[in-house]
């Protein structure tokens, strides 16, 4: 916790300069996340203290996230001040698509990011502090999260390739925050959403925490200690998968499935969350206890289809595939050969077409002449192999082509003439013969696999 001595707003300039310096010695631009609250309007006017100090460049952001009937106001509350410090401030509007209930302060939050992602700034700085720090992870806490949910928000970490988050405030309670602020006869807005105790936080807030300090009055003391050890403890777990996944992972990104159920079930969990998360999926504990049981233990020839956020988790031959979930196109696509274009983009089948140039191999050039289509497989479709019918199962087979894979490739026609599955065969009585060189289709899904 900072230090409860500070009282003046010099001692608060001191406080930022410290942390300022021992994280951020090269950095430039500040930019502050200001809501109009108490809490972002001190961080503001200290960081406006501080930039002089340092000769930093300030400015703000504010999200006008259109939930409340004041919301405009905020915003023009927002500009006053940013005039007021000479600030340049950037401005967005968001539209939360909201379901009711909790899920608002999420989506709020989402919508949030992706604004703060737009920064230009060397350094975000938001106004999170430890009241905030300990009602986010008795909330990680109630919801069973594990050790990287309970060292809830970091001072620092990175937000995009060129800017860092910060949070010098989480050592700082929101009722020092107010007395300062009430020093300095700075103003700020009231959000009477804030209020709304059907809303977790706002419950924890009002109804449980004050009651828990009259109990436990160094609560949060004893909260931002065991932040800092589930902290440790997620650096180290995070150390391990690493290691594991080096070894575990092929270079298709795909995962070994022999090796994770070689190791204890807590480290397999680990692995397996790791190398989701990592591919921007999400798998909660439930979702990935379940997750384990239909890759390690379900019969050889299954092949589950697990949703994992973005992705779809799923198994063949003894690894595991994170794939896009994907519809099938229904019609045809049609388009054209050019050999001086050998790679087509086609985004309805989630992937591209590439033509390999062979000698004496592939399709013909004039088999590829005129307008050729994608289409979907119908079944019963199969290719002239060298003098025989095969079946485009057996081919797909035969490839080692996983069925999610075989349920997603498209086929190759010109006219209604079946030319290629590509990866799995070619109509042989359309190849090409020495010396011509032909053409070998090979299709790259956009997931990889």
Same mark, same amino acid.
């Given at each position: 916790?900072?230090d409860?001595?500070?009282?003046s707003r010099a001692?608060w300039?001191d406080?930022?300069?410290?942390?300022w310096?021992? &994280? /951020? &010695?090269d950095?430039?631009?500040?930019?502050?996340?200001?809501?109009?609250?108490?809490?972002?309007?001190?961080?503001?006017?200290l960081?406006?203290?501080?930039?002089?100090?340092r000769?930093l460049?300030?400015?703000?952001?504010?999200?006008n996230?259109?939930?409340n009937?004041?919301a405009?106001?905020?915003?023009? /509350?927002?500009?006053?001040?940013?005039?007021?410090?000479?600030?340049?401030?950037?401005t967005?509007k968001?539209?939360?698509?909201?379901?009711?209930?909790?899920? !608002?302060?999420?989506?709020?939050r989402?919508?949030?990011y992706?604004? /703060?992602a737009d920064?230009q700034a060397d350094?975000?700085?938001l106004?999170?502090?430890?009241?905030?720090?300990?009602?986010?992870?008795?909330?990680q806490?109630l919801?069973?999260?594990g050790?990287?949910g309970?060292?809830?928000?970091?001072?620092?970490?990175?937000?995009?390739?060129?800017?860092?988050l910060?949070?010098?405030?989480l050592?700082v309670?929101?009722?020092?925050?107010?007395?300062l602020?009430?020093?300095?006869?700075w103003?700020?807005?009231?959000?009477?959403s804030?209020?709304?105790?059907?809303?977790?936080r706002n419950?924890?807030?009002h109804?449980?925490?004050?009651r828990?300090?009259?109990?436990?009055?160094?609560?949060?003391?004893?909260?931002?200690r065991?932040?800092?050890r589930?902290?440790?403890?997620?650096a180290? !777990?995070?150390?391990?998968?690493?290691?594991?996944?080096?070894?575990?992972?092929?270079?298709?990104?795909?995962l070994d499935?022999?090796?994770?159920a070689?190791?204890s079930?807590p480290?397999a969990?680990?692995?397996?969350?790791?190398?989701?998360?990592?591919?921007?999926?999400?798998?909660?504990?439930?979702a990935?206890?379940?997750?384990?049981?239909q890759?390690?233990?379900? &019969?050889?020839?299954?092949?589950?289809?697990?949703d994992?956020?973005?992705?779809?988790?799923?198994?063949?031959?003894?690894?595991?595939?994170?794939i896009?979930p994907f519809?099938v196109?229904?019609?045809?696509v &049609?388009?054209?050969?050019?050999?001086?274009q050998?790679?087509?983009d086609?985004p309805?089948?989630?992937?591209?077409?590439? /033509?390999?140039?062979v000698a004496?191999?592939?399709?013909?050039?004039v088999? !590829?002449?005129?307008e050729?289509?994608l289409r979907?497989?119908?079944?019963g479709?199969?290719?002239?192999?060298?003098g025989?019918?095969?079946?485009?199962?057996?081919?797909?087979?035969?490839?080692?082509m996983?069925?999610?894979?075989?349920?997603? !490739?498209?086929l190759?026609?010109?006219?209604?003439?079946l030319?290629?599955?590509?990866?799995?065969?070619?109509?042989?009585?359309?190849?090409a013969?020495?010396?011509?060189?032909g053409?070998?289709?090979?299709?790259?899904?956009?997931?990889?696999?």
């Amino acid at each position: 916790m900072a230090d409860t001595r500070m009282t003046s707003r010099a001692d608060w300039v001191d406080y930022l300069e410290t942390a300022w310096h021992d &994280a /951020f &010695a090269d950095a430039t631009h500040i930019e502050v996340a200001l809501s109009g609250g108490v809490d972002s309007v001190c961080l503001t006017w200290l960081l406006a203290d501080l930039a002089k100090r340092r000769g930093l460049r300030l400015s703000a952001v504010h999200v006008n996230h259109q939930l409340n009937l004041r919301a405009t106001d905020w915003q023009e /509350f927002c500009q006053w001040l940013c005039s007021t410090l000479r600030i340049p401030l950037r401005t967005a509007k968001v539209d939360i698509n909201w379901g009711g209930g909790d899920s !608002l302060e999420a989506e709020a939050r989402q919508a949030r990011y992706q604004v /703060f992602a737009d920064s230009q700034a060397d350094v975000l700085a938001l106004a999170h502090h430890a009241d905030d720090q300990a009602e986010t992870v008795l909330l990680q806490l109630l919801r069973g999260a594990g050790p990287h949910g309970l060292a809830a928000m970091p001072w620092i970490r990175r937000l995009t390739d060129a800017t860092q988050l910060w949070r010098p405030l989480l050592g700082v309670t929101r009722e020092h925050l107010e007395a300062l602020a009430t020093a300095e006869d700075w103003i700020w807005v009231e959000d009477d959403s804030n209020e709304d105790t059907k809303l977790r936080r706002n419950f924890l807030r009002h109804d449980i925490l004050p009651r828990l300090a009259t109990r436990y009055p160094d609560y949060r003391e004893h909260l931002l200690r065991s932040i800092r050890r589930a902290a440790d403890a997620a650096a180290l !777990l995070d150390e391990m998968a690493a290691s594991d996944l080096e070894l575990m992972v092929g270079a298709d990104s795909s995962l070994d499935l022999d090796m994770l159920a070689g190791v204890s079930l807590p480290r397999a969990r680990n692995a397996l969350f790791a190398w989701v998360e990592e591919r921007g999926g999400m798998l909660g504990p439930d979702a990935l206890d379940d997750a384990l049981v239909q890759l390690l233990d379900a &019969a050889p020839d299954a092949n589950p289809m697990i949703d994992v956020g973005i992705w779809q988790l799923t198994r063949y031959r003894q690894r595991a595939y994170l794939i896009r979930p994907f519809s099938v196109p229904t019609t045809a696509v &049609a388009f054209e050969f050019q050999p001086t274009q050998l790679t087509l983009d086609f985004p309805d089948w989630g992937g591209r077409l590439r /033509f390999n140039p062979v000698a004496g191999g592939g399709l013909s050039q004039v088999a !590829l002449t005129g307008e050729l289509t994608l289409r979907p497989r119908q079944g019963g479709e199969s290719l002239p192999q060298r003098g025989v019918s095969k079946t485009l199962k057996n081919l797909m087979q035969e490839a080692g082509m996983p069925p999610y894979r075989r349920e997603r !490739l498209p086929l190759i026609y010109q006219a209604d003439t079946l030319l290629a599955a590509p990866g799995a065969g070619i109509n042989t009585d359309l190849m090409a013969v020495e010396p011509d060189t032909g053409y070998l289709p090979v299709w790259l899904p956009y997931d990889g696999y």
